[in-house]
């Protein structure tokens, strides 16, 4: 079940991936951000965790909406526009995580999307983010890195503490096994 949820999110970001290359293979504007983009996708991952904690995924992806619809009107990609891709990423995973612990017929009942449907989705708002300000597929590639090894921790540690807790103590627990 875990390789298919991965396969899925790889192909919500593949997807991504093939239309912002088709658009940067045009001029692709990759200039170094001029933020510290390690200490903005951590923020955003912070206010997006505390956002679903407090109010849930619906009142996430309002917050996502609402930044996507305000940060596209700018005339140059920035900051802001990097935090509406790296929420709408870390949320998106998320769920994707959870839901694919469910059986398709509890998902249907409850009225969510599937996993699949999830990414494909995820994988279209995140596309015409980057091709919109032709950003190269190596650019995206980074960003999704950094919210991997940055924001995602900080996001989880914040929606699922209790988990991050287990996780932490069972790799503390196996580290002090002798090998």
């Known amino acids: 079940m875990a390789s298919a949820v991965a396969g899925t999110l790889i192909a919500g970001w593949a997807s991504m991936a093939s239309a912002a290359g088709d658009a940067a293979?045009?001029?692709?504007?990759?200039?170094?951000?001029?933020?510290?983009?390690?200490?903005?996708?951590?923020?955003?991952?912070?206010?997006?965790g505390r956002l679903h904690r407090a109010k849930g995924a619906k009142a996430a992806y309002e917050?996502?909406?609402?930044?996507?619809?305000?940060?596209?009107?700018?005339?140059?990609?920035?900051?802001?526009?990097?935090?509406?891709?790296?929420?709408?990423?870390?949320?998106?995973?998320?769920?994707?995580?959870?839901?694919?612990?469910?059986?398709?017929?509890?998902?249907?009942?409850?009225?969510?999307?599937?996993?699949?449907?999830l990414a494909e989705s995820m994988g279209r708002r995140i596309s015409?983010?980057?091709?919109?300000?032709?950003?190269?597929?190596?650019?995206?590639d980074e960003v999704r890195r950094l919210v991997d090894t940055h924001g995602l921790p900080v996001f989880l540690s914040i929606v699922f503490p209790e988990a991050v807790r287990e996780m932490e103590q069972k790799n503390s627990n196996e580290k002090k096994r002798p090998q």
Request: hydrophobic share 35%; glycine share 4%.
């Open 128 to 140: 015409m983010a980057f091709s919109q300000y032709k950003k190269s597929q190596a650019y995206a």
């Open 63 to 117: 917050l996502i909406d609402n930044c996507y619809r305000t940060h596209s009107l700018a005339s140059t990609y920035g900051e802001g526009y990097e935090t509406c891709i790296a929420q709408d990423y870390l949320e998106t995973r998320t769920l994707i995580q959870v839901y694919s612990r469910m059986p398709p017929e509890m998902l249907q009942k409850a009225g969510v999307p599937s996993p699949r449907q």
């Open 25 to 48: 293979d045009v001029k692709a504007e990759d200039a170094p951000p001029a933020w510290d983009q390690v200490a903005s996708i951590r923020a955003a991952a912070e206010r997006l």
